[in-house]
Antibody, heavy 122, light 111 residues
Framework: EVQLVESGGVVVQPGGSLRLSCAASGFTFDDYAMHWVRQAPGKGLEWVSLISWDGGSTYYADSVKGRFTISRDNSKNSLYLQMNSLRAEDTALYYC???????????????WGQGTLVTVSS | QSALTQPPSASGSPGQSVTISCTGT?????????VSWYQQHPGKAPKLMIYEVSKRPSGVPDRFSGSKSGNTASLTVSGLQAEDEADYYC???????????FGTGTKVTVL
């Protein structure tokens, strides 16, 4: 059974930093691209970032480019999101999600975690 | 890159059909066959219902179908059931224009 479990969400002050983690199990983690998607309270979904199966390619939404860094450790079946220079508008539930095809991306997310809440507030 | 446009709400009686539209541009929906649809119940993670415009993942009922014409994609739910009441989001690959964009979301109500 595919499982994705996010952690690391806390309350942080504006300008602060945070690293989110996502522990994956139930599939061959290093075969698949992985995404982060966020959802502000009561709002819609917003795509944040993608990392390729081997970590060689990364992509970011304009809203986080230059502030967030996605990475993965395939030896630990783990995905990360380093978040710097946090702003109030980054407050959201952050989901990690798996892409569909092996060794590529169809920009479709077939498994999602339950999310971890990041609150940026003074 | 703006969000894809969806109607805020849609509704139908049990057994009826409802169709949700998702309007983008030639730089996203119209330019690629990478349109997906997600269902989200309150307090739950999204669930993939349709990918690559019209493909259904294993386990998704064939009551759910997807299509695309020009810059607008559509999700049709046939034979509405009570458990179909949820928020639905479309998404599309957008190339270097912010890579992936979601729709504004549609709340489907089963009357």
């Amino acid at each position: 059974e595919v499982q994705l479990v996010e952690s690391g969400g806390v309350v942080v002050q504006p300008g602060g930093s945070l690293r989110l983690s996502c522990a994956a199990s139930g599939f061959t983690f290093d075969d698949y691209a992985m995404h982060w998607v966020r959802q502000a309270p009561g709002k819609g979904l917003e795509w944040v970032s993608l990392i390729s199966w081997d970590g060689g390619s990364t992509y970011y939404a304009d809203s986080v480019k230059g502030r967030f860094t996605i990475s993965r450790d395939n030896s630990k079946n783990s995905l990360y999101l380093q978040m710097n220079s946090l702003r109030a508008e980054d407050t959201a539930l952050y989901y990690c999600a798996k892409d569909i095809p092996r060794y590529s991306s169809s920009w479709s997310l077939d498994y999602w975690g339950q999310g971890t809440l990041v609150t940026v507030s003074s | 890159q703006s969000a894809l446009t969806q109607p805020p709400s849609a509704s139908g009686s049990p057994g009826q059909s409802v169709t949700i539209s998702c309007t983008g541009t030639s730089s996203d929906v119209g330019g690629y066959n990478y349109v997906s649809w997600y269902q989200q119940h309150p307090g739950k993670a999204p669930k993939l219902m349709i990918y690559e415009v019209s493909k259904r993942p294993s386990g998704v009922p064939d009551r759910f179908s997807g299509s695309k014409s020009g810059n607008t994609a559509s999700l049709t739910v046939s034979g509405l059931q009570a458990e179909d009441e949820a928020d639905y989001y479309c998404s599309s690959y957008a190339g270097s224009n912010n890579w992936e964009v979601f729709g504004t979301g549609t709340k489907v109500t089963v009357l």
